[in-house]
Each structure stands twice: as structure tokens, then as C-alpha cells.
């Protein structure tokens, strides 16, 4: 989510009712599980084995002082990827020109340390983190992942239209899971007012691991609201393709192997095409935003492009000031300080800290009963629960939404396991072997999910008990990927680990009435973490962002 937000032994079998996993004594010791990248984070140091300040030193190779510019220089390059094995003060000079360049090209964030950092623009700003040189995936995964995108964004609209489904499967979280209960009522009052949305716009992110045993591409999570990075996800891929044209040939890496991202003009693009079909030229479109946004500068690079381009009013709004500021005109325009609104864009509104008063509530509730195009619109948001997401995995649920069987496979193929604790066999394993099982609660932004024996403790809490709080959770299997040789930029200070990636692709959805406008992959991120750590953010301290090399 925002900042937030930041993700085949046997061939995995239709849906998500197949094995638990074995794995090696080998497997067992190294084993390293999915995770997700969030600005919701408690912050804890980067682990690292190698930590480096920089200079702008000459390079060193085999011995002999160069200039790191000269084009004359031959050098044996590295085993490809094995990015541990680079001279280390090449690896200086590689990192100078990024740090350089990441702040000539506004791959910035607010510095924590600062006060005003997440409130003022300009002020304490820091590089974003991000991998020096990037992670290699398989090129067949890659077009695996984007091909999904359509489908997936296709998906989620069909299932936001019936109101039933989402209602019924979540109805026993909602009785113990008071966030998603409060979501639910608002969904219940727009079926009340059998409120039709006939502008649809999604936003979406799906993020994969890919799993080192099976060797399959698998689904971690939908994120249907306030899906981050679009922003500085280009702009990484920008700068992982300008540091290989510049020190390629000393690495033995292509430029042209790091796919091109469109991401955020894509998702631009998206609000700004719903804005047209909203058909009015005076009306703005608003971000709603949390009160302190260290991240502010990846959503700026939307606006930016929304102000320049298409020469779209832009407000940023929290919650309680919508409240305080917004009201519906009789004709069910929303209209903020007077200004009608045609589009609101949530990068905030996901976690119960976003709720702290009645008033944020309220808000919602009023944004929700306009006429004024949501991304998400509260059945959009339902759709991203962890619980729909397992829900979706039981046999035959794919087809109630979908008829193309081509689309179904490809789907089911991505599923990894997911089960909701009424399977008492899957409890059951899930005490015995926690360590490959995640418990994951109805939470977006992470850092909210259980690993390991404490699997093994809730579960058994749970039982005692004898409550209904099972609902609240669902449980996931757990996927090991493969560790790489990552270098690791954060504070203007390298580090050397081992890591694990998650891959993230975009898709935009943009429906008026029976008319698809929009239904395209839109650009992807690639966010890469320490493997020594369950969690994993990127503003919080865990993770970095990253780009892919295709291989």
C-alpha cells in the first residue's frame, strides 16, 4: 500500500486446496518467507554484512588507477549478478553517480528526522532508498505477471458489482474485525441507496514472489486501494537503466534488459481519462492523503503529470478535512470549498490509523454517496480483503465471475495457498509445521501479519478460546524465494546483503457503464528487502526499491 506503501517441485495445483510444502534440511536453514512492503512499519536498521560511506574515488581494476569515465577500460565483468564480487570502488563510483542523479530526478522522501518532512515540501528531504543495480528475473515471469493484469483488473470489477458475495463472505469478519465491520456498513448503505457507480476506476497492484522449490510465479496480495510506487517505480527504473548505460560494460549488463516503466504517466493517465468522462471541465480531482506523508513525492509525480498534461486542478485532503470542508450538492456533485470534485484518489483511507474520529468516518461516507468518481469505491476496497482473496481461491468461485477458461487457468496457476480457519486439517498442520504457514489479518499496509511459532501459539489461542476472532485472520502459505547478492542505498550509505524481491505490476481498469475505456497492465515495481527480515517497508527501513533485469 502507500509507501505503503512496498508485494513450480510439483506444479502447483487448480486453487488454493493442494499440498503444504516440504522442504530440504537445506531448504529449512535457508528458507526465507513473502512479505509486504509498507509505510505502516515500525522502523528497525538494516541489517547489512558491508556498510560504506561514499566518496568520488577513481576506479581501481586489476590493480590499475583509472578514470571511472574512461571508455578505454577492459575488465573482466563479474558472474552476472553476483553483485558481491564487484570491485568495491567502482561500486563507490556507481553509487556517487545514483545518489546524484536519484536526487536530480526527485527520487526523494521526507527525512524522519525533520519535523515538518511529511508536512512541508522541500523540507528534509531525503533519497528514497533503493537497490543500486538491479534484480534479475526470469523473462518468462515477468510477461507471466503482466499478462495477468487484465484479467485480474477485470476480475475485481465483476466481483465489486455483486454486493451479495462481498457481504456474505465477509460477514463473520465483520463481527469480530471492527475496521472491515465499519467498510461493510457503508457498503450496506450503498445498497440501501442502490447506488450505482457507472464510473468505475481501478488503480490496482498485484504482487508475486517467485518461489525457489516450485519455481511458480505466486500471487502475495491484491492491493485494490492506495496502491504506492507508481511514482518512484519509474523513476528507479530510470535510474537502474542510466547507471547500466554508463557502467554496463564494466558489469557485463545491458541497459535494454531493464524493461521500460511507464507507471506513473499509466496511472496518471487513468484519473485523467475517469476525469473526462466525469464531463466536467471545472471540476478537480482530490488525493486523499494521511496528515504526515513522508511520501508525498511519489504522489506529487502523479499530480504532476495530471497538472502538466492534462491541466487537471489537483487538491491534497485528508480525511478530516473532507469533512470539515466537503458537502453534496443537491444533484450529488461533491463539492470541496466549493469546488465540485470529479475524481477522488485514495492514498489513504486503508488502515484503521487513517479512522482515529468519527469525522475521518464521515468523510468516507460522504464520498461515497457523491456522484464523483472513486479510486476505490468502497466495493473496490472489499475486493482487496485478504478474506475475498481466499474466498475467490475455493473451487468454482473464479467461474461465477468469470467465463474465459484461458483466463481461469492463468489465474489459478499464480494462486498460492490460502485457507480460512474453519479448515480444521489446515489448523491442524499450520500448528504443527507454523514455519510454513503466514497468518494474515483484514489489514492493508502490512506489518500486520504472524510467522512462525507465534502461528503456532494464535492458532492455539484461538481454540482455547472458542471465540469467533478466527475469522478475523485467514492463512497463507508461505513462499520462499530465492536469495540474491543485493546492494542496498539508504542515508547516502551502501550496504551488501541478502535479499529477496517482490514484484509488483500495475493494472488500470476504467469502466462508464458498458464501455471498457481502459483494461492494460500499467507498469511495475519491483521492491527488494533484506532476507534476514519477516516485514518489509520501504519508508519504514525494511525494504528498497528496485527495478527488474530480464533474463
Same mark, same amino acid.
Not at 537502474?240 to 506513473?264: F, T
Not at 487538491?315 to 466537503?326: P, Y
Not at 472513486?374 to 473496490?380: A, D, L, N, T
Given at each position: 500500500?502507500?509507501?505503503?506503501?512496498?508485494?513450480?517441485?510439483?506444479?502447483?495445483?487448480?486453487?488454493?486446496?493442494?499440498?503444504?510444502?516440504?522442504?530440504?534440511?537445506?531448504?529449512?536453514?535457508?528458507?526465507?518467507?513473502?512479505? $509486504?512492503?509498507?509505510?505502516?512499519?515500525?522502523?528497525?536498521?538494516?541489517?547489512?554484512?558491508?556498510?560504506?560511506?561514499?566518496?568520488?574515488?577513481?576506479?581501481?581494476?586489476?590493480?590499475? %588507477?583509472?578514470?571511472? $569515465?574512461?571508455?578505454?577500460?577492459?575488465?573482466?565483468?563479474?558472474?552476472?549478478?553476483?553483485?558481491?564480487?564487484?570491485?568495491?570502488?567502482?561500486?563507490?563510483?556507481?553509487?556517487?553517480?545514483?545518489?546524484?542523479?536519484?536526487?536530480?530526478?526527485?527520487? %526523494?522522501?521526507?527525512?524522519?528526522?525533520?519535523?515538518?518532512?511529511?508536512?512541508?515540501?522541500? =523540507?528534509?528531504?531525503?533519497?528514497?532508498?533503493?537497490?543500486? !543495480?538491479?534484480? $534479475?528475473?526470469?523473462?518468462?515471469?515477468?510477461?507471466?505477471? +503482466?499478462?495477468?493484469?487484465?484479467?485480474?483488473?477485470?476480475?475485481?470489477?465483476?466481483?465489486?458489482?455483486?454486493?451479495?458475495?462481498?457481504?456474505?463472505?465477509?460477514?463473520?469478519?465483520?463481527?469480530?474485525?471492527?475496521?472491515?465491520?465499519?467498510?461493510?456498513?457503508?457498503?450496506?448503505?450503498?445498497?440501501?441507496?442502490?447506488?450505482?457507480?457507472?464510473?468505475?476506476?481501478?488503480?490496482?497492484?498485484?504482487?508475486?514472489?517467485?518461489?525457489? #522449490?516450485?519455481?511458480?510465479?505466486?500471487?502475495?496480495?491484491?492491493?485494490?486501494?492506495?496502491?504506492?510506487?507508481?511514482?518512484?517505480?519509474?523513476?528507479?527504473?530510470?535510474?537502474?537503466? /542510466?547507471?547500466? $548505460?554508463?557502467?554496463?560494460?564494466?558489469? @557485463?549488463?545491458?541497459?535494454?534488459?531493464?524493461?521500460?516503466?511507464?507507471?506513473?504517466?499509466?496511472? &496518471?493517465? @487513468?484519473?485523467?481519462?475517469?476525469?473526462?468522462?466525469?464531463?466536467?471541465?471545472?471540476?478537480?480531482?482530490?488525493?486523499?492523503?494521511?496528515?504526515?506523508?513522508?511520501?508525498? /513525492?511519489?504522489?506529487?509525480? !502523479?499530480? &504532476?503529470?495530471?497538472?502538466?498534461?492534462?491541466?487537471?486542478?489537483? %487538491?491534497?485532503?485528508?480525511?478530516?478535512?473532507?469533512?470539515?470542508?466537503? #458537502?453534496?450538492?443537491?444533484?450529488?456533485?461533491?463539492?470541496?470549498?466549493?469546488?465540485?470534485?470529479? =475524481?477522488?484518489?485514495?492514498?489513504?483511507? /486503508?488502515?484503521?490509523?487513517?479512522?482515529?474520529?468519527?469525522?475521518?468516518?464521515?468523510?468516507?461516507?460522504?464520498?461515497?454517496?457523491?456522484?464523483? =468518481?472513486? +479510486?476505490?469505491?468502497?466495493?473496490?476496497?472489499?475486493?482487496?480483503?485478504?478474506?475475498?482473496?481466499? #474466498?475467490?481461491?475455493?473451487?468454482? =468461485?473464479?467461474?461465477?465471475? !468469470?467465463?474465459?477458461?484461458?483466463?481461469?487457468?492463468?489465474?489459478?496457476? +499464480?494462486?498460492? @495457498? !490460502?485457507?480460512?480457519?474453519?479448515?480444521?486439517?489446515?489448523?491442524?498442520?499450520?500448528?504443527?509445521?507454523?514455519?510454513?504457514?503466514?497468518?494474515?489479518?483484514?489489514?492493508?499496509?502490512?506489518?500486520?501479519?504472524?510467522?512462525?511459532?507465534?502461528?503456532?501459539?494464535?492458532?492455539?489461542?484461538?481454540?482455547?478460546?472458542?471465540?469467533?476472532?478466527?475469522?478475523?485472520?485467514?492463512?497463507?502459505?508461505?513462499?520462499?524465494?530465492? %536469495?540474491?547478492?543485493?546492494?542496498?542505498?539508504?542515508?547516502? +550509505?551502501?550496504?551488501?546483503?541478502?535479499?529477496?524481491?517482490?514484484?509488483?505490476?500495475?493494472?488500470?481498469?476504467?469502466?462508464?457503464?458498458?464501455?471498457?475505456?481502459?483494461?492494460?497492465?500499467?507498469?511495475?515495481?519491483?521492491?527488494?528487502?533484506?532476507?534476514?527480515?519477516?516485514?518489509?517497508?520501504?519508508?519504514?527501513?525494511? &525494504?528498497?526499491?528496485?527495478?527488474?533485469?530480464?533474463?
Amino acid at each position: 500500500m502507500t509507501a505503503a506503501d512496498f508485494g513450480s517441485a510439483t506444479q502447483i495445483t487448480p486453487f488454493f486446496y493442494k499440498h503444504i510444502p516440504s522442504f530440504s534440511p537445506h531448504q529449512q536453514r535457508s528458507r526465507h518467507s513473502h512479505y $509486504s512492503f509498507s509505510s505502516t512499519y515500525f522502523p528497525k536498521p538494516l541489517l547489512s554484512h558491508h556498510h560504506h560511506h561514499l566518496t568520488m574515488p577513481p576506479v581501481i581494476i586489476n590493480g590499475k %588507477l583509472t578514470d571511472s $569515465s574512461s571508455s578505454s577500460v577492459t575488465v573482466k565483468p563479474p558472474s552476472l549478478h553476483d553483485y558481491h564480487t564487484i570491485d568495491q570502488q567502482l561500486l563507490d563510483t556507481i553509487a556517487y553517480d545514483a545518489l546524484v542523479w536519484a536526487s536530480l530526478h526527485g527520487l %526523494l522522501m521526507g527525512d524522519k528526522s525533520s519535523n515538518k518532512s511529511g508536512t512541508v515540501p522541500g =523540507v528534509g528531504l531525503v533519497h528514497a532508498p533503493f537497490a543500486l !543495480l538491479p534484480v $534479475s528475473l526470469p523473462e518468462s515471469k515477468f510477461k507471466q505477471a +503482466c499478462d495477468l493484469a487484465p484479467i485480474f483488473n477485470e476480475l475485481v470489477d465483476r466481483v465489486s458489482l455483486d454486493a451479495n458475495f462481498l457481504q456474505e463472505s465477509l460477514s463473520r469478519t465483520k463481527k469480530v474485525d471492527e475496521f472491515t465491520s465499519r467498510l461493510l456498513d457503508i457498503h450496506s448503505k450503498m445498497i440501501q441507496l442502490n447506488k450505482k457507480e457507472e464510473i468505475r476506476l481501478g488503480l490496482h497492484r498485484s504482487d508475486y514472489m517467485l518461489d525457489e #522449490e516450485t519455481k511458480s510465479l505466486l500471487q502475495i496480495e491484491l492491493n485494490t486501494i492506495s496502491s504506492s510506487f507508481a511514482g518512484f517505480g519509474s523513476v528507479v527504473t530510470e535510474l537502474h537503466r /542510466y547507471i547500466l $548505460s554508463q557502467h554496463g560494460k564494466l558489469l @557485463g549488463l545491458d541497459a535494454e534488459k531493464v524493461p521500460v516503466n511507464n507507471a506513473a504517466s499509466q496511472n &496518471a493517465e @487513468g484519473l485523467a481519462k475517469a476525469w473526462i468522462e466525469y464531463n466536467n471541465p471545472k471540476a478537480v480531482i482530490i488525493f486523499v492523503v494521511q496528515a504526515e506523508e513522508r511520501n508525498m /513525492y511519489d504522489q506529487h509525480s !502523479l499530480s &504532476a503529470v495530471l497538472k502538466e498534461k492534462y491541466g487537471i486542478t489537483i %487538491l491534497r485532503k485528508t480525511l478530516a478535512e473532507v469533512d470539515k470542508e466537503g #458537502e453534496i450538492l443537491p444533484d450529488g456533485t461533491l463539492s470541496i470549498n466549493g469546488r465540485a470534485v470529479a =475524481v477522488v484518489y485514495f492514498r489513504a483511507g /486503508y488502515t484503521p490509523a487513517d479512522y482515529p474520529s468519527e469525522s475521518e468516518w464521515r468523510a468516507r461516507l460522504l464520498m461515497e454517496q457523491s456522484s464523483a =468518481v472513486k +479510486c476505490p469505491s468502497i466495493s473496490y476496497h472489499l475486493v482487496g480483503t485478504k478474506k475475498i482473496q481466499q #474466498e475467490l481461491a475455493k473451487p468454482g =468461485v473464479l467461474e461465477r465471475f !468469470l467465463e474465459n477458461k484461458d483466463d481461469i487457468a492463468k489465474m489459478r496457476e +499464480c494462486f498460492a @495457498g !490460502l485457507w480460512s480457519l474453519d479448515d480444521s486439517d489446515i489448523v491442524k498442520k499450520a500448528i504443527e509445521k507454523p514455519e510454513i504457514f503466514v497468518m494474515k489479518p483484514q489489514r492493508e499496509g502490512g506489518g500486520n501479519n504472524i510467522y512462525g511459532d507465534a502461528v503456532s501459539e494464535t492458532l492455539i489461542k484461538l481454540q482455547k478460546s472458542g471465540s469467533q476472532e478466527n475469522a478475523a485472520y485467514i492463512l497463507m502459505q508461505r513462499i520462499f524465494p530465492n %536469495l540474491s547478492a543485493a546492494l542496498l542505498m539508504r542515508n547516502g +550509505c551502501l550496504h551488501k546483503d541478502h535479499a529477496i524481491s517482490e514484484l509488483g505490476i500495475f493494472g488500470t481498469y476504467l469502466r462508464n457503464k458498458d464501455k471498457v475505456i481502459i483494461n492494460d497492465q500499467s507498469g511495475y515495481l519491483m521492491r527488494t528487502k533484506i532476507a534476514s527480515s519477516d516485514e518489509g517497508g520501504v519508508a519504514a527501513g525494511f &525494504a528498497v526499491l528496485d527495478s527488474v533485469y530480464l533474463s
